[in-house]
């Protein structure tokens, strides 16, 4: 099993909808989490970072954990086809990160 | 804030030679950059952490006599490819830690395109 799964899609949605992006982890040792955004050819760019159960909001964007189920979200609200892209989830403690394999998001007009 | 850039963008070389990728954090001190390696439509696979002034520590599986990593400041990782094959072409991207920030937060490079003929 892998630490960290992520359904790699792609996800097609149409302008404004609502896309919910999700990951599930095996290791409960894991303190902090982490969205990233990656646009074709590109280095990942941070989203959302947090280390608590509970939603952390920041525009567009909300992110969701779990611990007690070991699950993550990120939820976007109003989605633009700018917003299409790969999203990777990210996880571990101190300093080194695992990595889901990256949902491909494609928001059409 | 917390911008790392990478040089080059994207580099060709013939097999067997060698190739040296640059990682600046530019407005930050990063006291440990990290390297990845990504192979079209995968996720990103650490190849190394890299500490200021020390030794890297490589992930399992990755040779550390082939890929190279100097960290001889808090601004700058190298990461050198030695005697490339064409297997080794891939997407190379760096990463830092802000310590400054008070986070674990790591900031990624735009990545260096390797691809060896």
């Known amino acids: 099993q892998k630490e960290v799964e992520q359904d790699p899609g792609p996800l097609s949605v149409p302008e404004g909808a609502i896309v919910s992006l999700n990951c599930t982890y095996s290791n409960s040792a894991f303190q902090y989490f982490m969205w990233y955004r990656q646009y074709s050819r590109k280095g990942p760019e941070l989203l959302m970072y947090t280390y608590s159960s509970g939603n952390k909001e920041d525009g567009r964007f909300t992110a969701q954990v779990d611990k007690s189920s070991k699950y993550i979200s990120l939820f976007i609200r109003d989605s633009q086809p700018s917003d299409s892209a790969t999203y990777l989830c990210a996880m571990g403690n101190t300093d080194k990160l695992i990595f889901g394999t990256g949902t491909r998001l494609q928001v059409f007009p | 804030g917390a911008v790392v850039s990478q040089h080059p963008s994207r580099v060709i070389c013939k097999s067997g030679t060698s190739v040296k990728i640059e990682c600046r954090s530019l407005d930050f001190q990063a006291t440990t950059m990290f390297w990845y390696r990504q192979f079209p439509k995968q996720s990103l696979m650490l190849m190394a952490t890299?500490?200021?002034?020390?030794?890297?520590?490589?992930e399992q599986g990755v040779e550390k006599d082939k890929f190279l990593i100097n960290h001889a400041s808090l601004t700058l990782s190298t990461l050198t490819v030695t005697s490339a094959h064409p297997e080794d072409s891939s997407f190379y991207i760096c990463?830092?830690?802000?310590?400054?920030?008070?986070?674990?937060?790591?900031?990624f490079g735009p990545g260096t395109r390797l691809l060896v003929l």
């Open positions: 890299s500490n200021e002034g020390s030794k890297a520590t490589y």
């Open positions: 990463s830092a830690t802000d310590r400054g920030r008070g986070q674990e937060t790591q900031y």
